[in-house]
Nanobody, 114 residues
Framework: QVQLVESGGGLVQPVGSLTLSCVVS????????MGWYRQRPGDPRLLVAG???????NTADSVKGRFTISRDNAKNTMSLQMNSLKPEDTAVYYCNLVPPRTGWGQGAQVIVSS
């Protein structure tokens, strides 16, 4: 059974930075594409950044050039470095496989506000 634990959320001012972390239990991590999803109030949960098992990454247009996804297969961890944050980045951020095939963690709340 795969478990996902996100951390690193918080309150940050516009144009600030924040790094989210995800710890994944289970042997599936190193062979799976992973991603960061976010859900803004009233909106569906959307994929904002993905990374293959070999490390090739891609980001949604809305965060391109500002967010960087990375992973450490040896430690079963994944990170999302978020720079130049905007108020519209306010959301709960989740990690999961791409496409998601397991239950969701509790997420990491990110609030971008002055």
């Amino acid at each position: 059974q795969v478990q996902l634990v996100e951390s690193g959320g918080g309150l940050v001012q516009p144009v600030g930075s924040l790094t989210l972390s995800c710890v994944v239990s289970g042997s599936i991590f190193s062979e799976s594409a992973m991603g960061w999803y976010r859900q803004r109030p009233g909106d569906p949960r959307l994929l904002v950044a993905g990374i293959t098992s070999s490390g090739r990454s891609n980001t949604a247009d809305s965060v391109k050039g500002r967010f960087t996804i990375s992973r450490d297969n040896a430690k079963n961890t994944m990170s999302l470095q978020m720079n130049s944050l905007k108020p519209e980045d306010t959301a709960v951020y989740y990690c999961n496989l791409v496409p998601p095939r397991t239950g969701w963690g509790q997420g990491a709340q990110v609030i971008v506000s002055s």
